[in-house]
């Protein structure tokens, strides 16, 4: 097939390419497109096991409306990784000043921003001084890798209060319910870098796919939808078995996206240790597409006493037709193990609460109630971000590893577009 082209005729014999990228999310697409900008004129194939590319990045269009599977914002280091590769990203950031917070079912002036967290009602000044100092100081340090959020929260806050507090801004960007849940360092490297700044991207994470596959094809990415790989055997020319019976020979391979567990049989290692990378975290999210916003000065809502969150996306990136409204909304998993049922009936309470009368202008809403939104969440245990793997895989030459949960920086689309320069270095070694 010539570069670029996607689909087609299936092989079902053995053949060749100098490197195999195994999936088609961002991560897939950025190792690919490294890869094939470095070593021009080589054989790059990209398999990607759905029938069409992005995996969680992917989005919907339903009347003109863009919805993206949940919630999702990115941030500088993504951003700088991405212009990288030549991709341009739409869009603004949301406006945190006007944020509402959620406690005791009542809504209040938020105070996700330094001026309004030192006026907020919600904590008494020597709290309000507490939390902004912590903030506002957060940023990676070495000495929080053995801490969980919990005891460095304990450590750095007066109250309990006060923690509740600090923590409902902390959870925004990480989707963590519960602050035992995620290492200390992880947290407060990834809040530095949100404090360096947040964009919501016009017309959805699509957007960024629909770049990076525009790449691929013209660096001469051999892309191919619809090939679900079964086993990778690692050696001096590692061997890709896809499940329509082909195979294809490689100089190097790399996994890009799957949760370890899964590289991990594909490569057929025995995964009966603990993961170090960490447990992963699900998101429940209700997508809402409106014709008109009942509410506009509601656009964002966090919870401070429950893990819920609420924002009106099309405010500020390009998403919906004029007058239109696509709204995220999530609740956290907290470790409450509530059922679906019990979580969507306190997704719409949320929605009932900030924007009355939305059934009216309803257009399309969709419940996903339990959506990875982290492949594995970095934890103190296992010693924070300094503990997860690195793009190698011990005994399996030639075969290289990228996501969130490879590298000792970033979370979310940080870490994986990270661990994906890293593992296309790796690769280009072996060409």
């Not at 990778?232 to 195979?247: K, T």
Request: aromatic residues 4%.
């Amino acid at each position: 097939m010539p570069g670029g082209r996607e689909g087609g005729a299936r092989a079902r014999a053995e053949e060749w390419a100098d490197v195999v990228v195994v999936g088609g999310g961002l991560t897939g697409l950025a190792a690919a497109v490294r890869v094939a900008r470095g070593a021009a004129g080589r054989r790059v194939l990209l398999l990607e096991a759905a029938g069409e590319l992005g995996g969680r990045a992917r989005t919907t269009e339903q009347d003109g409306y863009r919805l993206g599977l949940g919630p999702r914002a990115l941030y500088r280091t993504a951003r700088a990784q991405l212009r990288a590769l030549g991709v341009a990203v739409p869009g603004r950031a949301p406006r945190l000043g006007g944020a509402l917070a959620l406690c005791d079912g009542a809504l209040h002036p938020g105070y996700a921003a330094p001026g309004p967290l030192l006026r907020t009602g919600l904590l008494a000044p020597r709290e309000r001084l507490a939390v902004a100092r912590l903030l506002g100081l957060a940023r990676p340090h070495p000495g929080l890798a053995g801490l969980d959020v919990e005891a460095w929260l304990g450590e750095r806050l007066p109250t309990a209060r006060a923690r509740q507090a600090a923590f409902a801004v902390l959870r925004l960007s990480t989707y963590t319910g519960s602050p035992a849940m995620i290492g200390a360092d992880a947290l407060a490297a990834h809040f530095a870098e949100v404090r360096r700044g947040v964009t919501y991207v016009d017309g959805g994470w699509r957007t960024l796919v629909d770049a990076l596959r525009a790449r691929a094809r013209s660096a001469g990415v051999r892309v191919r939808a619809a090939a679900r790989v079964t086993a990778v055997e690692a050696g001096e020319r590692p061997r890709v078995v896809i499940a329509d019976g082909g195979a294809v020979r490689a100089r190097a391979v790399i996994l890009a996206g799957p949760a370890r567990r899964t590289a991990w049989q594909l490569l057929d290692l025995d995964d009966a240790q603990p993961d170090p990378a960490g447990r992963p975290l699900r998101t429940a999210c209700l997508d809402v597409a409106l014709s008109r916003l009942p509410a506009p000065d509601r656009s964002l809502v966090y919870g401070v006493d429950e893990p819920l969150y609420l924002s009106v996306f099309s405010r500020t990136a390009r998403l919906a037709p004029p007058g239109g409204a696509v709204l995220h909304l999530a609740r956290y998993d907290d470790g409450a193990g509530l059922g679906p049922d019990e979580v969507r009936k306190r997704l719409y309470g949320l929605l009932d609460l900030c924007q009355p009368g939305w059934r009216d202008a309803l257009v399309h809403e969709r419940f996903l109630p339990r959506i990875t939104t982290m492949t594995a969440v970095p934890q103190a245990r296992h010693g924070g971000l300094r503990g997860r793997p690195g793009p190698e895989v011990p005994g399996r030459p030639g075969v290289y590893v990228a996501g969130d949960w490879v590298g000792p920086r970033g979370l979310l689309a940080d870490a994986c577009l990270l661990s994906a320069a890293q593992a296309a270095e790796r690769a280009l070694a072996r060409l």
